[in-house]
Structure formats: C-alpha cells, structure tokens
C-alpha cells in the first residue's frame, strides 16, 4: 500500500492520481438488484405489474429515476432509482402517474422506501487517509449518516429512507455510496 498523501501531493495532482486509481478497479462489487421507486411492489410483482409506459419517469419532478436498458427482458424499460440528476424527496408524484398499479400510491413505513444507502469504504476519499469529506452527512435529510469510526461514513439503517441525496452529492467516482434495493430490509421502526 502506499504512503498517504500530503498536502502536497495532493495539489500537485493528488485528486488526478486518485479518480484513475479508483476508476482502474476491477474488483467493483456486483450489481444489486435494481432500486425501485417509492411504493413499488414486490420485484416478482412489479415486473408482472408494470406497463413499462415510463409515466413515472417523465412524472419525476427532480429527475431521479431512468429506464433501465441492455438487461435483458423482464428488467429492460422498467423504472430505476438513478442519483444522477436528483435525488428522491418522496413527492410520490411517479406513483401518481402509474396507471398500472405497480407504484402504489398510500404505503407507509418501509414499505415506502426504495431502499437504504450502504458504503463501499475502498472508494471514500475518508478511507484514502488524505481528506475529510462530510458531503454525505451533511445533505443527508434523515440525519442517517455518521462519520465516528476512523472518519467512514457508518449509515444508520433505521433512519435511512433510500432517498439518495448521499449518493447524490457523493465527490468520487465511483460512488463511495450507493442505494441498495428495498426487499432486503427489515421492517423500520415506527417514528
């Protein structure tokens, strides 16, 4: 392993070195199951369920969700979470727009939830031991992300709504935190 970084380093090119040194990994984690919209049933169901009309796409007031494409069928056309150009602040207009039923419209708890963030601690620049970066903690609105062991983001799963405004906001590429789909939680505790 090298040496951290100084000061130094990373002004003369320290950020350049890092984005190719993350870029070139090839032991990226696989991909989950997709991120669903709020509400969305039960993957089995919402595959069955959805027309695949992308109502809920264009109805997406901050442009949070996109078409998942080059899967294969039944994923293909179907609405996924994608913290590109927004994040999730629950407005549940994509579920309004769904005429098919496979958003649902009045759901609670957790059930509501796309998913919850989880870290990928070799892609924080916390973990790269030359900068402190609060981006996720601080535009988390739910207040479910703490950064106490060693400077890593530690996400507190019964707080955490999946809205994505960490990923959102996250500086690294590729993302140090990401949302992971919904069916593998448990219940959250009631407020």
């Known amino acids: 392993m090298a040496d951290p970084w100084t000061r130094r380093d990373l002004l003369l090119g ?9 870029a070139e990994r090839v032991d990226a984690p696989p991909l989950p199951l997709p991120v669903r ?16 009309c992308h109502a809920c796409i264009s109805a997406c007031p901050n442009h949070c969700l996109a078409e998942i494409t080059g899967c294969g069928e ?48 070799e892609w924080c620049l916390n973990q790269a031991g030359f900068a402190m970066c609060l981006s996720c903690q601080e535009h988390c609105p739910e207040h479910a992300i703490d950064l106490r062991h060693l400077g890593l983001p530690t996400v507190q799963t ?34």
């Open 14 to 22: 320290g950020l350049t070195r890092l984005r190719r040194r993350l």
């Open 37 to 52: 919209p709020p509400g969305s049933l039960p993957e089995t169901a919402f595959l069955a369920t959805c027309e695949r």
């Open 74 to 121: 039944p994923l293909d056309h179907t609405p996924r979470m994608a913290f590109v150009d927004g994040y999730c602040e629950r407005t549940r207009a994509c579920a309004e727009a769904c005429p098919s039923g496979a958003l649902q419209r009045q759901v609670e708890g957790r059930a509501a939830d796309p998913g919850v963030a989880a870290v990928i601690a």
């Open 158 to 191: 019964t707080r955490c709504t999946g809205c994505g405004a960490c990923c959102f906001v996250c500086p690294t590429t590729p993302r140090a935190i990401e949302v992971i789909g919904g069916e593998r939680l448990a219940p959250r505790p009631p407020a």
